[in-house]
């Protein structure tokens, strides 16, 4: 088995189901924590299955107010064991810029981060730029 | 859902146009977990007008050397010149990792999303690690 890190090479991986990571523990609706200048201000994910479906919603005049729904493109486990998804990557293309996006959950937070890549050559102003939000859960009660 | 392609930086073969100043992120950045078993160390050199970044994985009796990709720069803001943050794809063919980097009060933090292409069962996994500047730019030209 070919490996690159030590934390790769497992001499049992009978427990990893490739392919069946769960991105349930994402689902729902989640604001940032940043209630005085977020950028994006909600994100609703939506679990079927083993698909995960991701809407942003932005503050409406730095960001779109709705960046629309991708579905994201790769799952990630918190260790090469698998279990359930703890992370997913997925990008938006807003016409004026892409956007990368690279989402973990860590102590009940949904942390996400953003790569933004202008598409338009309009000097300094275009430059690619990151940014790193947090969000909590709606409060369910 | 392969989408590696979204995440090759450029692609080995384009290169990548800089425009940000890369000042504060060339150089070598090791581990601040000296018992590592992930990533152990990495170097960012200018290539023209290119950077690349060198990982280096945690290996007996010597780390693997990942080889050289492309690091795309990013800024904390759209207006600002400094790269604070870069992103690469490595790819040797059986595994791939995206990495998602910013630096954050001197520390490079490492984001890593790992996805396993060879059938070993070996469940995609999502990482994160800190690293140090352990020598500036001049010393690893």
Known sequence: MKYLRVQDQVENTGAAVPGALSP???????????????????????????????????????????????????????????????????????????????????????????????????GASASNYFAREFFHRADQS | MDNSELYRAGGTAVAVKRTLDASALLGEWSNTNPSATGIVRLVLTETGDQIVVRVFGAGHPQPFDWGEAPAELFADLPGLMQATSFTSFHDPGFMSVWLLTYVVKGVLVVVSFTRFQDGSGRSNYFGKEFFYRSREAAAVQ
């Open chain 1, 24 to 122: 349930s523990d994402f689902s729902g609706t989640w604001f940032n924590t940043n209630s005085y200048n977020p950028e994006i201000t909600c994100v609703i994910c939506k679990a079927e299955g083993s698909v995960l479906s991701v809407r942003f919603k932005g503050n409406g005049s730095s960001e779109p107010s709705d960046w629309g729904e991708v579905t994201a493109e790769l799952l990630y486990a918190a260790n090469i064991q698998g279990g359930p998804a703890m992370s997913f990557v997925t990008s938006f293309d807003l016409g004026f810029k892409k956007v990368q996006v690279g989402a973990n959950l860590n102590q009940g937070l949904l942390v996400i981060a953003t790569y933004h890549r202008s598409q338009n050559d309009t």
